[in-house]
């Protein structure tokens, strides 16, 4: 096997030139979750994979999910048992393959008088959910009753409270998750590149796709990609993308907004996750997660602009009141908030259903011209999207050029920074990682972010650390992690690094506004760029903090 370019922003002359010069079995456009997993599975099984994300990867819906791998509990109220089943079983599937990124969770339902889930129904839903999802051992679900409830969440109404359902999920980073998958797909061959905009397509004399027109957009030339096959995986861009190919007819994508608040913990201090009831009668989480807690979400219609995704005031309000709603000696404000991200869902559509009643199913399309495309869909499932979609290719590709490609084996691929055989084995390192930070003046916390963050791959991170000389210690080690981020994780600039490698501008935001100015100095160093575009990063930093963080009442 020909050894993969490193995955490094400053390889990225030659990447362009290996996209103009092969020819690919696949090209996959879009770097979130699904199409990660596409890439990962079919270079596992053998394929020659391009792909291609106009953004940064994960810069989509997949940095912007409620970061829970779960087995969708809610969808036992509609019915959906075929996703509880699918999504259920993947849970245990994706945590084997990266127990440091797929952390277990207890997730605590509480059953208030007139809410949603009632008593008997909850030990119902729970012990089918258990049953679909086949949960075992100390994951499976509890009743408990309100004495229970209120020791292990005294933030609870005492008023109201029946008891609680106490069931297990998993927690993750969504783009972290994204990341790691691609990565794992260089190691098989694949060639990934961010800031590389689908433009057009290529057809052959029979009017069937042969590749892509790129746009570079870090570079600003246009290059052509010469592939047999195409996956469109675009999420939300999916139908522009139709469009292009002329093949929009049909199904169609119905996108609708789910937004976040990051509060500090001191401000929701839950013990654990909290799944909630809203007083409209929808449900939503309260997530603890290691300095804040965040809660969401929100499921609105959404049809502004996809390339600018934002919470608004209504939002943040809408949240804010539910959260003060359950929890009574809560009284949050629009200045207790930290931070936030808006994201879109790609569902299909179904006339006459509202934003929640709609299907979270993902479906396949497949134009005349040959172009594949996938949209729906959770970011559980998206192993078992990847499935369906390569098996899709694969049966084609035998059909037309008699080439048997063997089956998915992503379930045994273990994620990059991951040789963890179990979650103990994450547990002790992480009290080696953490011994060594106390050491140096850090705290658990510390730790505990760059193990779940990067799993092994910290050792790399510490090594760099260990080489700088600076005073400050933090600035050391997110300097650290810069250098490690651009080396091996193609970060483009500060906002691929704040954001999607290490989600510093969700959960430690005052970390972003401290070292800000530091990490453009660096990042302009690493990828030899002057003064100008030093000063754009900064600036484009600047507001990304603002219009996370900024929602009193004056400048929402």
């Known amino acids: 096997m020909k050894t993969p370019l490193p995955f490094s922003a400053r390889n990225r002359a030659e990447h362009l030139k ?38 940064d990867f994960a810069s989509g819906t997949s940095s912007k999910s409620t970061k829970l791998i779960h087995g969708g509990l809610r969808y036992l109220k509609q019915f959906d048992f075929w996703l509880v089943k699918e999504v259920g079983s993947e849970r245990a599937i994706v945590h084997k393959l990266a127990p440091h990124l797929v952390l277990p ?41 309100k004495k229970e409830a209120l020791k292990l969440e005294p933030l609870l109404p005492k008023k109201g409270l029946k008891g609680a359902g106490y069931y297990a999920e998993y927690r993750t980073d969504d783009a972290r998750l994204t990341l790691e998958s691609i990565k794992a797909s260089l190691q098989y061959g694949a060639l990934a590149l961010n800031y590389a905009e689908v433009t057009g397509f290529r057809y052959d004399g029979q009017g069937k796709v042969a590749g892509v027109i790129v746009s570079d957009l870090c570079g600003g030339e246009s290059l052509e990609v010469a592939s047999r096959y195409i996956v469109s995986a675009a999420g939300p861009w999916v139908d522009e993308l139709r469009g292009l190919n002329q093949s929009k007819r049909g199904k169609r994508l119905h996108l609708t907004k789910g937004v976040h608040l990051v509060f500090p913990h001191e401000k929701l201090p839950v013990r654990q996750s909290v799944y909630f009831d809203v007083p409209d009668g929808r449900m939503i989480f309260a997530i603890p997660r290691g300095k804040v807690t965040y809660v969401g979400t929100t499921d609105t219609n959404y049809e502004a602009d996809k390339d600018d995704v934002r919470t608004d005031l209504a939002d943040a309000i809408y949240l804010i009141s539910a959260v003060n709603n359950m929890f009574p000696s809560i009284e949050l404000e629009l200045s207790d908030i930290e931070s936030s991200w808006a994201g879109l869902r790609p569902l299909i559509h179904e006339e006459g259903k509202s934003a929640s009643e709609l299907s979270r199913k993902d479906e396949i399309f497949t134009s005349d011209s040959g172009l594949v495309s996938i949209a729906g869909g959770k970011l559980t499932g998206y192993r078992k999207m990847a499935e369906r979609v390569v098996n ?62 990067y799993g092994r791959q910290t050792g790399q991170i510490l090594e760099g650390f260990a080489n700088f000389t600076d005073k400050d210690a933090q600035w050391r080690l997110m300097r650290a992690e810069l250098h490690f981020g651009i080396a091996h994780e193609m970060v483009q600039n500060p906002i691929d690094f704040f954001i999607r490698r290490t ?16 990490v453009v100095e660096e990042c302009g160093e690493l990828l030899g760029e002057g003064i100008e575009k030093r000063e754009a990063w900064k600036e484009a930093m ?15």
């Open 503 to 518: 989600g510093r501008l969700y959960f430690d935001i005052g970390s972003v506004r401290k070292y800000l100015d530091r």
């Open 105 to 145: 969770e207890k997730m605590l339902l509480p059953l208030i008088e007139g809410g949603s889930y009632g008593k008997w129904l909850t030990s119902i839903g729970l012990k089918v959910y258990d049953i679909l999802a086949q949960v075992s051992g100390d994951d499976k679900r509890k009743m408990l009753e």
């Open 392 to 453: 899709r290719v694969a049966a084609t590709m035998e059909e037309e050029h008699g080439r048997k490609l063997k089956g998915c084996q992503t379930d045994k691929i273990p994620l990059c920074g991951s040789d963890f055989k179990k979650f103990k084995q994450v547990e002790k390192y992480l009290e080696e990682v953490t011994e060594r930070l106390v050491s140096e003046g850090f705290t658990p916390y510390d730790a505990w972010y760059l193990v779940t963050t």
């Open 18 to 55: 290996e996209l103009q010069s092969a020819e690919f079995d696949l090209v996959v456009i879009g770097g979130g979750i699904t199409g990660a997993g596409i890439a990962l599975d079919a270079a596992s099984r053998g394929l020659k994979v391009a792909l291609l994300e106009k953004g």
């Open 542 to 556: 600047q507001a990304e903090i603002q219009r996370h963080s900024a929602f009193d009442l004056e400048t929402a």
